[in-house]
């Protein structure tokens, strides 16, 4: 472990929650320590169309969490522990055996809490690692961690979660979310520049995912005329997922225990087309269950 990530772990402040754990000798509020885990790593076929392709994002699934989302799917390793400890440079050559299958690119999933470890990994390949790196994160990142990933991610694929702080405090934890997470793209549409898709497949840019909660129309709505104001529709690409089944301890929140509706989800792709951003809508038929990965707790490969 490098002196430069022990700096990091030491006092915690890579999301915007800045909890300040030593994660040298504990654990943050995303659950994890100062070693690498993953929990999958293995080619993935259901992202948006130009992530996935013909030949699938090598994705990657880190552990743990700067959310505690009630309704995660992921639950079992964003919030349950489940995963396998690597050395940086394990995750590097799980990195270059990514590539060596034939992905599009390189999909970092809920990669925030182990960024300084990620920058290293990537920093030990250099050259080596030809295929464009994705950053797909809840949206919860700070703008000053993002900094470390500049030149070194071609593409963002944030989370967009919430307009109201209040939804996002009672359902993810984290009242600040809408304003964090906005900043946070700020960054990443610097980053990344404009969408760059070449014969179908993304090389560089940004796709904002929303995913569309039963019983929230109205802040899916205030959302997207917000996005809309601080962004114009050439500098990202949006896409609308109304896969949401209620998972997790959504059972907890009555309102949100329930798929969404057909009349919630035209509403939405309503004001999406009036804000006239080029992108992806989910069918909703999508909201399946099955689509969750398998996870594993040991070493598998």
Known sequence: MTADILTYMKNCTLCPRMCGADRTSGRGFCG??????????????????????????????????TLHCCFCQNHEISQGGKGFEL????????????????????????????????????????????????????????PETLRLLDGRVKIFLPDLKYFDGTLAEKYSSAKNYP???????????????????????????????????????????ALIRRLREEFSPDQLLLSLMCQYTPMHKA???REINRRLSAFEYESVVKEVEAAGFDGFLQERSSAKEEYVPQFYSEKYF
């Open 179 to 221: 304003e964090a997470a906005f900043s946070s793209l700020r960054e990443m549409v610097r980053i990344a520049g404009k969408p760059v898709i070449e014969n179908g497949i993304m090389k560089s840019g940004v796709i904002v995912r929303h995913m569309i909660l039963p019983s929230c129309r109205h802040d899916s709505i």
């Open 32 to 65: 994890e320590g100062v070693n690498v885990r993953i929990a999958r790593a293995e080619p993935h076929m259901w992202e948006e169309p130009p992530i996935s392709g013909t030949n699938g994002a090598g994705t990657v699934f880190f552990s743990g969490c």
């Open 87 to 142: 050395t940086v440079p394990e995750l590097a050559q799980v990195f270059l055996d990514m590539q060596n299958r034939g992905v599009h690119n390189l999909e970092l999933v809920t990669p925030t809490q182990f960024t300084p470890q990620i920058v290293s990994a990537l920093e030990i390949l250099g050259d080596k690692l030809t295929i464009p790196v994705v950053w797909n994160s809840g949206g919860y990142d700070r």
């Open 251 to 253: 059972q907890e929140h």
